[in-house]
């Protein structure tokens, strides 16, 4: 049984440090999902192992709400496998998830997390190419999607609103009775991330959002992730570190290897760390 929650808005700011450490966070005003304690995702103590191999190990770690947290780490960290067990792809062999302080993510299936709040961007975009702009938004819009109410749906003007802001915010608005086949890559890209915030998500998951992308591109996802931040929680998987500098604003950035963290702390921390120096950066 899913969990019933309200659309989210973030009302307040508590500037003392949360449970993540350097974090400030805010509270949600949000029914179904308890963040009183100032973290929206805490994973404690989480093993999965495939087949005697061990792809996360032991692995703690908290989410503030409205926080963007970068999670870097070489091929083999474990970072996607962590956001499997998120999402409900994989289920730990160890360990516990929870969304808010009262979710047990790892008793859920894929669908219901996604309906209780979290989504999830893979690093290729998935668009319905044949559809405009405007209906991508549209169909990924957060609505009853039984076949009759389908067929027979008429957009409120506070929906129509709402696809508004959303093609503002991407800058999509030039575009919106185009193709989403005709897009660029990074356009594409954009559209997911809009697709995902019709849905209403407390976090959004973002693989390697920039992968593939222009400079120019890269730069603009920058800045719609940064206009992001405080509205949703974030976690950025990526290996670019000169766009995690972009993003990460002095915030936190964990470095997990072999399937556990192996550091965190602001950008310039974790770059000068020898350990980060020595598995990741390679210097």
Known sequence: MTTA?????????????????????????TQGVDTTHGAILYLESISVVFDGFRALNDLS????????????GPNGAGKTTMMDVITGKTKPTAGTAFFG?????????????????IGRKFQRPTVFEQHTVFENLELAMKTNKRVRPTLFARLTGAQRDKIGETLALLRLTAECHRPAGLLSHGQKQWLEIGMLLMQEPLLLLLDEPVAGMTDAETERTGELLNELRGKHSLVVVEHDMDFV????????????????????????????????????LGR
């Open 61 to 72: 770690l908290d989410i503030g709400v409205g926080e963007l947290r970068c999670i870097i």
């Open 245 to 280: 500098s972009q993003i990460s604003q002095g915030g936190k950035v964990t470095v997990l290897c072999e399937g556990s963290v192996l550091a965190q702390g602001t950008m310039e921390q974790v770059q000068s760390d020898p350990r980060v120096i020595e598995v990741y």
């Open 5 to 29: 929650i309200q659309p989210v808005t973030l009302f307040s700011a508590d500037e003392s440090n949360g449970p993540g450490g350097e974090a400030s966070y805010g509270h949600f005003k």
């Open 101 to 117: 302080q009262n979710i047990d993510l790892t008793k859920m299936h894929e669908a219901q997390i996604a309906d209780v709040g």
